[in-house]
């Protein structure tokens, strides 16, 4: 069982904005400080979105951003668009080796 | 930097294999690599990290003594490596990097398919 939960699935039609959370239910994430989001379109590597809970890598849409509330965490997508299908999975810094965990993945859908 | 993986593989259950992961662009030793699998239909999971620096190595304890990890830090190359495969072990492979520092992954290969079948 992950350390962290995520929902299976959310879904938004195109331009609106949806919320994926991530909760860890372990204290073995320390301070919870060092999340990232990466998101797997089908049969691709997964590519990173946000780091550090709401830093965003160069190269990143700025309709991506990060936020964290006590134990979970969260990414907002805004204005979503049709190549925002695909699984997403929130990564945790973790104090039980192999010291990362991930969650496990919430599907998105844009109807 | 650039993560290049080794090619799909087919394997028998009992058979051994070393697959690997060549990080190219930038050669200095400064980075952690992650071994994560993907069974089919199934999420992402850490399999274990390798430092290029000094090649301490972590393990997630439930793959310890199942895969062996190790590095070539001459040429920058991880390897996962298994002695005797399962069908279970059917899964794509990814490799990820981290600058020594980070506590996130920006660097990804494009995966290794490995199949275990008789």
């Known amino acids: 069982q992950s350390a962290l939960t995520q929902p299976a699935s959310v879904s938004g039609s195109p331009g609106q904005s949806i919320t994926i959370s991530c909760t860890a239910t372990?204290?073995?994430?320390?301070?919870?400080?060092?999340v990232s989001w990466h998101r797997q379109h089908q049969d691709e590597a997964p590519k990173l979105l946000i780091y550090d809970v709401n830093n965003r890598p160069s190269g990143v849409s700025d309709r991506f951003s990060g936020s964290k509330s006590g134990n979970t965490a969260s990414l907002t997508i805004s204005g979503l668009q049709a190549e925002d299908e695909g699984d997403y999975y929130c990564n945790s810094y973790t104090l039980r080796s192999p010291t990362y965990v991930f969650g496990p993945g919430t599907k998105v859908t844009v109807l | 930097v650039q993560l290049v993986q080794s090619g799909a593989e087919v394997k028998k259950p009992g058979e051994s294999l070393k697959i690997s992961c060549e990080c190219s662009?930038?050669?200095?030793?400064?980075?952690?690599i992650g071994w994560v699998r993907q069974m089919p239909g199934k999420g992402l999971e850490w399999m274990g990290i390798i430092y290029f620096g000094d090649s301490t190595t972590k393990y997630t304890p439930s793959l310890q003594g199942q895969v062996t990890i190790s590095a070539d830090t001459s040429i920058t190359t991880a390897y996962l490596q298994w002695s005797s495969l399962k069908a279970s072990d059917t899964a794509v492979y990814y490799c990820a990097g981290a600058l020594n520092g980070n506590f996130y992954f920006d660097y990804w290969g494009q995966g290794t398919l490995v199949t275990v079948s008789s």
């Open positions: 662009g930038d050669r200095s030793v400064n980075y952690w």
């Open positions: 372990s204290s073995d994430v320390g301070g919870f400080s060092h």
